[in-house]
């Protein structure tokens, strides 16, 4: 085992552990629609219901969101690898075209989801080079017959299935 290694050597063995892909949406302070996709999302706690991610410090577009002082987690399908690859640039009009509804906390659910979890934030901390945002859960709905959620793996998108 090595005990010296760069960001990149990093970035490869950590590819191989697979995550799943989520975009955190919600809505600026002008009520427009933002978002980001985000690999490093998971459940923290079932009570209080508690969920987390990890927004990079650079990004422009969590803060915005966090002003609101709300979120939505929406899952990934394996058909969304578009909207994944859309939503992990910071670009103005990442909305565009795309078909969403309000939460009952107003942020985002993004047609086509495998599911949406409506937090408000709890709280947020730096770690590293990342802020570890933690969500208070609200609600929670499961779409039937959707896809099979996207997993990131390798540099790449896949779906899951099911063990047989």
Known sequence: ??????????????????????????????????????????????????????PGLNSKTWPAIAESGAFCVNVLSVAQGELCWRFAKETEGRFEGVKWSASPLKSPMIDGSVAFIDCKVESSAQIGDHLFVVGRVH??????????????SKGSVVGTSPLS
């Open 1 to 54: 085992m090595k005990s010296r290694f760069d960001g990149k050597e990093f970035r490869t063995v950590l590819g191989h552990f697979p995550t799943g892909v989520v975009i955190i949406s919600g809505l600026d302070r002008a009520d427009n629609p933002l978002g980001l996709t985000i690999g490093s999302f998971s459940s923290i706690s079932l009570d209080p219901p508690l969920v987390g991610f990890f």
């Open 139 to 152: 609600g929670l709905h499961l779409v039937e017959g959707a896809q099979p959620a996207m997993v990131f």
